[in-house]
Each structure stands twice: as C-alpha cells, then as structure tokens.
Nanobody, 121 residues
C-alpha cells in the first residue's frame, strides 16, 4: 500500500529552522489536499498548514509568517519550511494527503508515520 513518508525532523535551538519533506513511498498519479498536522505531547492533533492542488495556502495563526508550505507536483512532494522556531513548536509532525494511484482511481486519505521536531536550547 502506498504511504506518505516524512523526513527532515530533528532537534533545533530556538530561533532556528528546519525543512520537512513529504513524498509518496511509490509513484502515484496525483496527491491532492496536501497538508501538515502536528501533535504535541498531551494535546490534540492540529492543522499547521495546507496546500490544496489548485487553491491558496492556509496556515494556523500560531505559525503564520514563520512557516511556509510548498509543493512540487512533478515529484508529488510537499515541503514545510519552518523558520524562527520556538519551544511551542515541539511536536510530532504528520503529513497528510489524498492519494490517487492511477488515472480514474478513487482517492485515499493517507497519513505519514510522523517526524519528531524538538525545539530546545
């Protein structure tokens, strides 16, 4: 089964930057409604940023001006550039997308396995 795979997490000091990437584990026709969510310890999962196939980007208020989501449709990959990180950004970050394996196939909502981002001095 095709999965979404995140990379780029890690430990960074406050004020630092990280870039997360998300791609399908195998070639797919298309990925719609790509987004990033995060879940901090003891809290519910929340939307961080989204980038629909043909629409404008959307950000949580807490990350506006600091995070940038983008996508490369040719590679079916999306990226989350995170700048000026602070300890409140510490969480497991999950990639989400609706995968279409081939032309005419039904889209399947898919989550990645998550990548840990820790902001600490």
């Amino acid at each position: 089964q095709v999965q979404l795979v995140e990379s780029g997490g890690g430990l960074v000091q406050p004020g630092g930057s990280l870039r997360l990437s998300c791609a399908a584990s195998r070639s797919v026709f298309r990925i719609n409604d790509m987004a990033w969510y995060r879940q901090a310890l003891g809290k519910e999962r929340e939307l961080v940023a989204s980038i629909p196939s043909g629409g404008s980007t959307n950000y949580a208020d807490s990350v506006k001006g600091r995070f940038t989501i983008s996508r490369d449709n040719a590679k079916n990959t999306n990226y989350l550039q995170m700048d000026n990180l602070n300890p409140e950004d510490t969480a497991v970050y999950y990639c989400y997308g609706v995968l279409f394996k081939s032309v005419g196939s039904i889209g399947r909502a898919t989550w990645g396995q998550g990548t840990q981002v820790t902001v600490s001095s």
